[in-house]
């Protein structure tokens, strides 16, 4: 009995210790975790070059050189629609006050606090929004560097990843070898399965929202299709997040209730089609984690490394997952975090477009 207690307290402490481990050391992890991630993104490509004679420091360069671009078109498109959005900008202003002196006499008939003490109390909340935009400024430049930091980590992995596994082999025993080779070529598996499904899911997404807001009328609607698609890295949250600023946004322009209903049903129209075509084609089930431990891993990941925490919360999820299937004493933990089985009831209309999405799928590879 008191073996038991003594080894259970050991576990304890030492998962204690990984985790204070992560939280004090996550200005060198961050980058270097995310770098991880991306460069399996680049293996195949990479390894594809190396067969046509390429020597491996070209191909990593090369692989860098698309991540760089790649990024660049992303905020080149999204700094393009912020463009088109500042034009509304000083009607968006205007009537945000007016909204904002609608709140305050709202305020002053049902609570009775007058103008002046609203006033002093907004001034004394813009002291405090002063010093976050000064702290604010004072992290650009940590995340810049994180930024440069994360682009060589991506070249020197990709140079490295033999001399790396190698060094990965060489900790497990001669009979484990075989084993530790499945894992990480699972674990490597996992993380390109999730981050092209992912980019595909937020493809899907932008032309799905992009349609429900062009035909409803709503100003900018492409710019927020892009954000509300961008925001589905943060799982459940992102989506429902960019769909309330949506409608919030739209509501100051002076948009009609129909409109700020036709948003909200094309949010839940988006979801469904998500959830029951989208995600079982796309992501596939080796990265399903089930909802309990979804949400315990975004709140674990935002609690140690904040928004980066939740944007690599479910690929370092499904890793783990991999990983704990892989080894017997950790199974069960692999278990409980995977989804449950269970047969989906379908109706004959999605299982039609099912079937239609996997054909041209299968066409395509």
Not at 93 to 101: F, I, N, P, S, V
Not at 163 to 170: C, D, P, R, S, V
Not at 202 to 225: E, N
Not at 310 to 336: E, M, W
Request: glycine share 8%; hydrophobic share 55%; charged share 10%.
């Amino acid at each position: 009995m008191m073996t038991n207690s003594v080894s259970v307290t050991k576990r304890l402490f030492f998962l204690f210790l990984v985790i204070a481990g992560l939280y004090y050391a996550q200005e060198f992890l961050i980058p270097l975790v995310i770098a991880t991630i991306l460069a399996t993104l680049f293996l195949p490509f990479s390894n594809w070059m190396e067969t046509k004679k390429l020597p491996r420091w070209a191909a990593a360069f090369i692989c860098l050189l698309l991540l760089i671009l790649f990024i660049a078109g992303v905020g080149a498109l999204i700094s393009w629609q912020l463009v088109a959005l500042t034009t509304d900008f000083v009607l968006l202003k205007q009537k945000t006050l007016e909204t904002a002196g609608h709140v305050q006499q709202y305020i002053f008939n049902h609570f009775g606090i007058s103008l002046a003490e609203q006033s002093r109390l907004i001034k004394d909340q813009q002291k405090s929004v002063t010093g976050l935009i000064e702290v604010m400024a004072g992290s650009v430049v940590n995340i810049f560097t994180g930024f440069v930091l994360m682009l060589v980590y991506v070249f020197l992995l990709l140079y490295y990843r033999g001399h790396i596994k190698n060094f990965i082999l060489k900790l497990s025993l001669p009979e484990q070898q075989a084993e530790m080779k499945l894992v990480i070529l699972s674990a490597a598996h996992v993380s390109q399965q999730y981050l092209v499904g992912l980019a595909k899911m937020i493809f899907c997404l932008w032309i799905m929202y992009g349609i429900g807001f062009i035909i409803l009328g709503v100003k900018s609607a492409i710019f927020f299709a892009i954000f509300c698609g961008l925001l589905e890295i943060i799982p459940f949250i992102g989506n429902l997040t960019g769909t309330t600023i949506t409608v919030l946004v739209t509501a100051i322009n002076g948009a009609p209730l129909p409109i700020l209903g036709g948003i909200v049903i094309t949010y839940g129209a988006v979801q469904l089609i998500q959830g029951w075509v989208l995600e079982p084609m796309i992501l596939g089930p080796q990265v399903k984690i089930n909802p309990l431990f979804t949400i315990i891993a975004l709140v674990v990941g935002e609690l140690m490394w904040g928004i980066p925490g939740i944007v690599l919360a479910i690929p370092l999820t499904g890793i783990l997952k991999i990983v704990c299937d892989h080894i017997d004493v950790l199974k069960p933990y692999g278990f409980l975090i995977g989804e449950i089985e269970t047969a989906k009831t379908e109706s004959g209309f999605v299982k039609k477009i099912k079937s239609w999405l996997s054909k041209i799928t299968h066409k395509q590879s």
